[in-house]
C-alpha cells in the first residue's frame, strides 16, 4: 500500500466493521435466545405469552440493531475518512516540500493551519528550510566570488588529479588555449609528465623546447590534496619586450657613444680636408695620372667617411621632423637623379606603382634619405638585369602603406632579426647603418616598419605612415 490515506482507513473501517458485526450478531443471537428461553418455560397456549407478538417485537428490535448499526457504519466512515485526511494531509504536504528541497528550491514554505505537533512541526520544517536556503545563498555567493577572482586572474589554472584528469580550467585558460595550440600541448604534456619527470615547481621554459617559434611560458605547480594546481602564464611578449628594451638601451649607448665619437672626428676630417687641398693645389706635377688617381682615391674615402659620420649622427640625434603636405611622386622625382647610375649600372628596372591620392604627412628630408637608403639596399641586393617595384596604397586607417620589393639575395631568416642593428652588415662596402637610420625616422615621423623576406627570393620592406589629411595634423591612428 503506497498512500498513507489506505494506511490509516483501512485498520480503521476494519475495526469498525468488526465492531458493529459483533453488536449485529451479539444482538440477534441474544434476541434468538431470548425468544427460545421464553418459548420453552411458557407452553404456547399460555395466556401470559403472545409468541406471534413477542416474535415480532423481538424481530423489530433485531431490525433496528441492524438499522442503527448500519447508520453507525456509514457515520463512522465518514468520520474516519475526515479524521484520516486530516492527517494525511499534512504528511503529504511535508513529503511534497521535502521534494522540492531535494530538487534545489529552497524558497520552500509548507502553508498549513494548526496549533498541535503539526504545527510545531511545520515551524521547525520552515525554519529549517529557511536557514538551508541563507547557507546555500553563502555558498552560491562564495562560489560566485571564487570563480570571479579564478576567472580575473590573468594566470592559466588548471586542476588535475594524480590520474592525470584536468578538473578544472579557468577562462585565462581556456583562452590561452585557444589562441595558442602550443600552450594546450605543453599543458597536455606537463601533465602526462608531471610524476614521471622530475619538473621544478616553478620556472620559465621555453616550448616547444627544439623550435624556433617558440613560446615563453612561466608556471608554478602546487599539490592541493589529491590533486595538483598548476597555474601558468605566456610571457613570450614580455620576454621579448625586454629583449627588445635591452637592444634598444644598448643602441641608445652606441648611439650616444657614436655620436659623441663622430661628432670629434668629423672637426679633424675637415680640417685634413682644407689642408689637403692646400698641399694639392702646391703639388707641382698635376698631370701625373698616379697621383691624381691616389687624390681621388684619398677623396673618395673622406668623403666616405663623411657619410658615415653624417648617418651616424643622423641615427644617434635625429633632427626633428617638420612635417608637411608631400607628394610621394613629386619626391621620387627629386630622387631619381640620385639612383638612376646605380640602376644603370645592374641594368635594373624601377617600376613605380602610384595612385592618384599620394599625398603623406611627413618631413621631406626624412621621406627622401628612407627612400634613398631602401632603395639602395635594394640595388645592392639585385641580380643584374632584375627590377625594383615601388608601390603605394591607402589603407582605411588613413595610412599610407610604402612597399619596397626587390628580387634579389633576400634576408636569411637568422639575419632577419639583426638588419636593425648598427653596424650589422652583409654588403661589401655596406656600414650597417642605413636601416637603423631608416627605422630613426619612420618613429620620428609616426610610421611604422617591417620587412618580408624569402632567401634568395627577394625582400619587401613596408613603411606606414599617416596619410595627409584636409585638417593638416597627423592622421588619426
Ligand atoms: N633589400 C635587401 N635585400 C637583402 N638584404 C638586405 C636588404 N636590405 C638590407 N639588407 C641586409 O641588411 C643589412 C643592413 O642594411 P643597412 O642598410 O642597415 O646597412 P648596409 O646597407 O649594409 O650599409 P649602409 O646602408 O650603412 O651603407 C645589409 O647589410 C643586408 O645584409
Ligand atoms: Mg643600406
Not at 424481530?59 to 492527517?87: E, G, M, N, P
Not at 622530475?198 to 608556471?219: A, H, L, M, T
Not at 668629423?266 to 698616379?290: K, M, W, Y
Not at 681621388?296 to 626633428?320: G, H, K, M, V, W
Request: hydrophobic share 40%; glycine share 4%.
Amino acid at each position: 500500500m503506497r498512500s498513507i490515506e489506505l494506511k490509516i482507513l483501512l485498520p480503521f473501517l476494519f475495526i469498525l466493521v468488526i465492531a458493529i458485526a459483533t453488536v449485529g450478531i451479539t444482538s440477534y443471537v441474544g434476541s434468538s435466545r431470548i425468544l427460545h428461553d421464553l418459548m420453552s418455560k411458557f407452553p404456547a397456549s399460555s395466556s401470559h405469552i403472545n409468541e406471534d407478538f413477542v416474535t415480532q417485537r423481538l424481530f423489530d428490535l433485531q431490525k433496528y440493531t441492524i438499522l442503527v448499526a448500519i447508520i453507525a457504519i456509514l457515520a463512522s466512515c465518514q468520520l474516519t475518512i475526515f479524521f484520516t485526511y486530516s492527517i494525511a494531509m499534512p504528511i503529504k504536504k511535508f513529503v511534497a516540500a521535502c521534494n522540492e528541497l531535494a530538487n534545489g528550491n529552497f524558497n520552500i514554505e509548507v502553508k498549513y493551519k494548526s496549533n498541535d505537533e503539526i504545527g510545531i512541526l511545520r515551524d521547525a520544517f520552515n525554519t529549517m528550510a529557511k536557514k538551508l536556503k541563507s547557507y546555500i545563498d553563502d555558498v552560491l555567493r562564495l562560489k560566485e566570488l571564487n570563480q570571479k577572482i579564478l576567472n580575473g586572474i590573468n594566470y592559466g589554472i588548471v586542476l588535475f588529479s594524480n590520474d592525470h584528469t584536468v578538473l578544472f580550467t579557468n577562462n585565462t585558460a581556456n583562452k590561452l588555449f585557444k589562441s595558442s595550440p602550443l600552450l594546450a600541448e605543453w599543458v597536455n604534456n606537463f601533465i602526462e609528465n608531471y610524476e614521471n619527470t622530475v619538473i621544478p615547481p616553478k620556472g620559465v621554459i621555453k616550448w616547444p623546447p627544439q623550435e624556433s617559434n617558440f613560446r615563453y611560458i612561466e608556471y608554478e605547480i602546487t599539490p592541493a590534496g589529491e590533486n595538483y594546481i598548476l597555474c601558468f602564464s605566456d610571457i613570450t611578449e614580455e620576454e621579448k619586450l625586454k629583449q627588445n628594451m635591452e637592444h634598444i638601451n644598448r643602441l641608445v649607448f652606441i648611439g650616444e657613444m657614436s655620436a659623441a665619437l663622430a661628432h670629434e672626428i668629423r672637426n679633424p676630417l675637415q680640417g685634413i680636408q682644407a689642408c689637403f687641398q692646400v698641399l694639392e693645389s702646391s703639388f707641382p706635377n698635376e698631370e701625373d695620372e698616379t697621383k691624381s688617381e691616389l687624390y681621388r682615391a684619398i677623396y673618395r674615402e673622406i668623403d666616405r667617411i663623411n657619410r658615415i659620420i653624417t648617418n651616424l649622427l643622423q641615427f644617434a640625434r635625429p633632427s626633428d621632423p617638420i612635417p608637411e603636405k608631400v607628394s610621394f611622386a613629386r619626391i621620387m622625382n627629386e630622387i631619381k637623379p640620385f639612383i638612376t647610375s646605380l640602376l644603370k649600372e645592374k641594368a635594373l628596372k624601377l617600376q613605380c606603382s602610384i595612385p592618384e591620392y599620394d599625398e603623406l604627412y611627413i618631413d621631406p628630408n626624412h621621406l627622401k634619405q628612407i627612400l634613398m637608403n631602401l632603395i639602395t639596399n635594394a640595388i645592392r641586393a639585385s641580380k643584374n638585369g632584375g627590377s625594383i617595384n615601388i608601390s603605394l596604397s591607402l589603407t582605411q586607417d588613413d595610412e599610407v602603406i610604402l612597399c619596397i620589393k626587390d628580387e634579389g639575395i633576400g634576408i636569411p631568416a637568422q639575419n632577419l632579426n639583426k638588419i636593425f642593428t648598427p653596424f650589422f652588415t652583409t654588403f661589401p662596402g655596406g656600414n650597417g647603418l642605413g636601416l637603423c637610420v631608416v627605422q630613426s625616422l619612420t618613429l620620428k615621423n609616426r610610421g611604422r616598419i617591417w620587412i618580408e623576406s624569402t632567401e634568395n627570393r627577394g625582400t619587401s620592406v613596408y613603411l606606414a605612415f599617416p596619410a595627409y589629411l584636409h585638417n593638416h595634423t597627423f592622421a588619426r591612428r
